[in-house]
Each structure stands twice: as C-alpha cells, then as structure tokens.
C-alpha cells in the first residue's frame, strides 16, 4: 500500500512539474521571450493552399465579369445615342408639324379669300343681271342718264351682260342705240374695252386661258 501511495505522489509531482512548465513556457511565449510555434510544429497557423484549380476559377470569374461590365458599357453607349437621336428627330417632327400648321393657316386664309371673291363675283353678277334688265325696260335717256353715274367698267359689263340677253332671246341689242346717246369720247372708250372683253373671253388655244382677276364692285343699282 505504501508503494502505491509513492507511486501516486511521483505521478502527481511529474504532472504538477509539467503543468507548472506549460504555465511558464506560455508566460514566456506572452511576454514574447520565446516563442511556442517555432518549437512546436502543431502551433503553427500555415497559410492554406490555393490549388491551380481554384487561380483558374477566379480568373474565369473576373474575366466574365470584366466582360460583363463592357457589355453594360457599350449598352450604355447605345442608350445614349437612341436618346440624342430621338431628341433630333423630335426637333425635326415639332418643325415640321410648324410648317404643316403654317401652310394649313395660309390655305385657309386662301380658301377663305377664294369663297369671298367667289361670292363678290356671284353678287356682281346678280347686280349686273339685275341691271341689264332694268335698263331695257327703261327709256333710253333715263338709262344713259343712269350710266353717267357708273364706271367705264360697271358699263361695260352691264352692256355685255344686255347684248347676252338679247342674244338668247333672239332679239336686236339696244346696245348701240345707248352708245350713241352718251358722250362721243366715253362711248369710244366704253366700245373699247366691250371689244377687248369680248376677245378675252375667246378660248385662246395658244396660250392657255386668260388669268381670273378679282372681280370688280357690283354697279350701284338705281334708285
């Protein structure tokens, strides 16, 4: 019993003895006296080791990222230049649609004068048929005396307007007969002007139709 009990206490010493050592050592390896990892291989913190495989992982992963981010880039690019262009061709279609409003103003206004002279000239030629018919049922020097009061042309026309009539009722103008009643020199300028109205409007196969003018104001009906 007394060998085991000294048997006991060596193993408790040795085992005190090495603890106290693992103690000292780690204060020695604390204050940076010495230290542990150099002299004892399973303390040392080694670096783990890439393989070949994983470089050439990595580097595939950067290269497609790379790739990648160019291809956002050259998006990018594109998007911009859609926009630039876009931008122009909205220019160009606010300027055309400028013109088309100016052009649709000018073909109106246009329209609108063509309709007035339109229905100036129906209103003239209502007056000047009115007028014609009114001189035919009047005494000759009632209606010269009316005629004094015209212009050359409101006589020119309201004459014309008499020898049509007659003519499609088949009978004599009293045309000439008012001609002669009125001043020499005015009835020379009024037959005049009856024979270039009348050549005006021939057709002319040479050159085309006369040009439309704006017609001229109706005569002023008598009273």
């Given at each position: 019993?007394?060998?085991?009990?000294?048997?006991?206490?060596?193993?408790?010493?040795?085992?005190?003895?090495?603890?106290?050592?693992?103690?000292?050592?780690?204060?020695?390896?604390?204050?940076?006296?010495?230290?542990?990892?150099?002299?004892?291989?399973?303390?040392?913190?080694?670096?783990?080791?890439?393989?070949?495989?994983?470089?050439?992982?990595?580097?595939?992963?950067?290269?497609?990222?790379?790739?990648?981010?160019?291809?956002?880039?050259?998006?990018?690019?594109?998007?911009?230049?859609?926009?630039?262009?876009?931008?122009?061709?909205?220019?160009?279609?606010?300027?055309?649609?400028?013109?088309?409003?100016?052009?649709?103003?000018?073909?109106?206004?246009?329209?609108?004068?063509?309709?007035?002279?339109?229905?100036?000239?129906?209103?003239?030629?209502?007056?000047?048929?009115?007028?014609?018919?009114?001189?035919?049922?009047?005494?000759?020097?009632?209606?010269v005396a009316i005629c004094a009061n015209w212009s050359n042309a409101d006589v020119v026309d309201v004459f014309l307007q008499m020898e049509r009539d007659a003519e499609a009722e088949g009978r004599q103008s009293i045309v000439p007969f008012l001609l002669t009643k009125l001043p020499r020199?005015?009835?020379?300028?009024?037959?005049?002007?009856?024979?270039?109205?009348?050549?005006?409007?021939?057709?002319?196969?040479?050159?085309?139709?006369?040009?439309?003018?704006?017609?001229?104001?109706?005569?002023?009906?008598?009273?």
């Amino acid at each position: 019993m007394s060998r085991l009990s000294e048997k006991i206490k060596i193993v408790y010493l040795t085992l005190v003895i090495l603890f106290s050592m693992g103690v000292f050592a780690y204060l020695l390896d604390t204050w940076h006296i010495i230290k542990l990892k150099d002299h004892i291989p399973f303390l040392k913190h080694e670096p783990p080791v890439v393989g070949e495989e994983t470089d050439d992982a990595s580097l595939r992963k950067e290269e497609q990222l790379q790739k990648e981010e160019q291809r956002l880039q050259e998006l990018e690019l594109k998007l911009k230049e859609a926009e630039a262009k876009l931008g122009e061709q909205t220019g160009n279609v606010q300027k055309q649609q400028e013109e088309i409003e100016l052009m649709r103003k000018g073909l109106a206004e246009e329209r609108k004068k063509l309709e007035e002279q339109k229905q100036a000239a129906f209103q003239r030629q209502k007056t000047v048929k009115e007028m014609s018919g009114r001189l035919l049922n009047m005494p000759p020097d009632d209606a010269v005396a009316i005629c004094a009061n015209w212009s050359n042309a409101d006589v020119v026309d309201v004459f014309l307007q008499m020898e049509r009539d007659a003519e499609a009722e088949g009978r004599q103008s009293i045309v000439p007969f008012l001609l002669t009643k009125l001043p020499r020199e005015r009835a020379g300028v009024i037959t005049t002007l009856m024979m270039d109205e009348r050549a005006r409007m021939l057709p002319d196969t040479t050159d085309g139709p006369a040009p439309e003018s704006a017609p001229s104001p109706a005569p002023t009906p008598a009273p």
